[in-house]
């Protein structure tokens, strides 16, 4: 793909489909001149594989890639400034405005960091569902960003005795965003803290542990222990007015976890982001 091609180009929608409230995916792009369609799987040295129009009638209808209602013109600032050659990769990320108004955070911000960002409907879903596309960087500084404010919004209703159904929504929402890996730990901690006791080996093996395999399960409940300990310990200001129920203690929960025997498991959402090509 030339640099002249790459200017030509316009995001028309992603690759793969939203499965959750929040996430990232590479762009489909569009090249006007001839109705030809790509994955911006990376740049530089591979040459894209293109589509036929039917072939992306076909991915759409499959769930295979997401449409945009209006396309999205290509970011400028993945160009290099001195010869305006690619040198950062194009990235999708969408969010559901109501995950972002649990994090404390604008329904649709207009900048991503030093890219000012144009949102649009996705072809199909509700209108609170939205995407915009920014550099793969400036994207993962975003959703790290909105895991913080979700996981700020959990301890603070943690300390207040938020039910647990309600909390666990929180350190969901927070799993789906959070790309570094102090945050997704902090996520899993906090969403096995509020967990029903008999579900929480079985997402420890089955997501925790897969990406952090070098922690045993008895330091995980040790760290889960702590977590509890310290959110009913510390007072914490409540981001906005909620009602608060009664607080219940996590420790016979936690006593109650190791020797617990899974029944079903609730995927706490790190691995339901997008299914693509």
Known sequence: ????????????????????????ALPVARRPSDSRYCILRSLGETPPSWYSQDQADAFAASGRWT???????????????????????WMVFFADERMLDTADRPPRPEYCHDHRLIWRRLAGYA?????????????????DDWAKGLLRRFDALYHLGRE??????????ALC?????????????????????D???????????????GTSWEAFLEEVKSVCDGLRAVPRREPQPARPSSPASALPKIRGIAGAVPT??????????VAGL
Request: with cysteine; aromatic share 10%.
């Open 264 to 273: 079903r498991l609730e995927d706490p959402g790190s691995c339901r982001a």
């Open 164 to 173: 647990p159904g309600y909390l666990k929504r929180i350190a969901d929402f």
């Open 67 to 89: 449409r945009f209602v209006d396309p999205i013109p290509l970011s400028r600032t993945c160009f290099s400034e001195i010869d305006r050659a690619a040198e950062r990769q």
């Open 199 to 213: 579900r929480v080996r079985r997402m420890f093996k089955s997501f925790a542990h897969r990406e952090f395999p």
């Open 177 to 197: 965003a959070a790309r570094s890996r102090t945050l997704r730990w902090r996520a899993y901690l906090r969403y096995a803290s509020v967990q029903e006791a």
């Open 127 to 143: 209108e609170t569902l939205q995407a915009a596309c920014g550099s793969s960087e400036a994207v993962e500084q975003l959703l």
């Open 1 to 24: 793909m030339s640099d002249r091609c790459e200017e030509q180009l316009e995001i028309v929608g992603f690759n793969g489909r939203p499965m959750v409230e929040c996430g990232r």
